[in-house]
């Protein structure tokens, strides 16, 4: 995961409606180098680190006590006594499965990438439904209920997230169309008006053109929407409206699976929520088109 050199110091900490484990990875590519080692040994046990004096966990990521402690504002805490109650509350509340986490060892049976890879995945979802904000949620369900026109753009992994919500959409009569192309997104973004809205979906928000893309939606006055593991990225920053997702990724598993999860998940709660707005004429619109393709599944 590439970290930014030196942290921004006017940067707001992360929010701090989300448990702290998972606030601290969505922090931390804007982490300086030193914050991060501190941040690593908080990752690696949180448990054992809560029972650390700040001298000791200081010494553990070679770094000063002065890090530690601008590593706890950075999460939106007073202070170093804080960060050890946090981190003993919230290691006690956590479900302690002996499931590892870590990537794929060389060593790994079949039974151990199946242990792995599922509790992975089912970490994804349960994480993320537990940090996603319920405001920015319902601000995004309005705006696209009420949208004159909706433009996804993802690019790879994200592109499969945002055609599973313009598939969705458009079944229920929202006007919706999802890109992976750069230049057909800038094109669609640049004929946005006030009232329309633009999703843009980026594990990292860091692709430069996912960026652009909400910028120039931005630009031409729509409500912009951006999907993101990270509430701290360029992404998140240009984005009116952002929902985070809270997946680990590791360098084996770049792009796997439990990040396309944890964003799915994000995707159907919004969908989920849009067509809450009004039920009864999407009821009607899921069976008019269930009705339309009947003749096409094979039966007997």
């Known amino acids: 995961m590439a970290r930014a050199d030196h942290a921004d110091p006017a940067q707001p900490a992360a929010p701090n409606g989300a448990p702290l484990l998972i606030r601290l990875r969505g922090l931390r590519p804007t982490l300086s180098p030193a914050e991060d080692r501190v941040a690593e040994q908080v990752l690696a046990d949180a448990r054992a680190a809560a029972g650390l004096t700040i001298t000791e966990l200081a010494a553990a990521a070679s770094t000063s006590e002065t890090t530690v402690l601008r590593f706890c504002r950075r999460l939106g805490l007073t202070g170093y006594p804080a960060l050890r109650l946090a981190l003993a509350e919230e290691s006690a509340q956590q479900r302690m499965r002996s499931a590892p986490t870590t990537d794929i060892s060389g060593d790994d049976t079949i039974d151990d990438i199946i242990a792995k890879v599922s509790f992975a995945d089912a970490s994804a979802v349960e994480d993320t439904a537990q940090q996603l904000d319920r405001g920015s949620l319902t601000r995004a369900a309005e705006a696209v209920a009420a ?115 944890a964003a799915l998940t994000v995707v159907d709660c919004l969908y989920i929520a849009v067509a809450q707005r009004d039920l009864e004429r999407v009821t009607d619109a899921v069976a008019q088109t269930r009705r339309s393709v009947a003749g096409h599944h094979l039966t007997g």
């Open 147 to 261: 949208a004159g026109r909706v433009e996804i753009f993802g690019i790879a992994a994200s592109y499969t997230v945002g055609s599973d919500l313009q598939q969705k959409l458009h079944r229920i009569g929202v006007f919706t169309s999802c890109t992976a192309d750069p230049h057909i997104a800038l094109t669609g973004a640049a004929l946005l008006r006030a009232g329309d809205v633009s999703i843009a979906i980026s594990h990292s928000g860091t692709t430069a053109e996912t960026v652009e893309v909400i910028e120039q939606a931005a630009a031409c006055g729509a409500t912009t929407i951006a999907i993101t593991n990270f509430p701290m990225s360029r992404l998140a920053a240009r984005a009116d409206i952002t929902l985070t997702t809270a997946a680990r990724e590791t360098p084996l598993r770049s792009g796997a699976t439990a990040s396309r999860i």
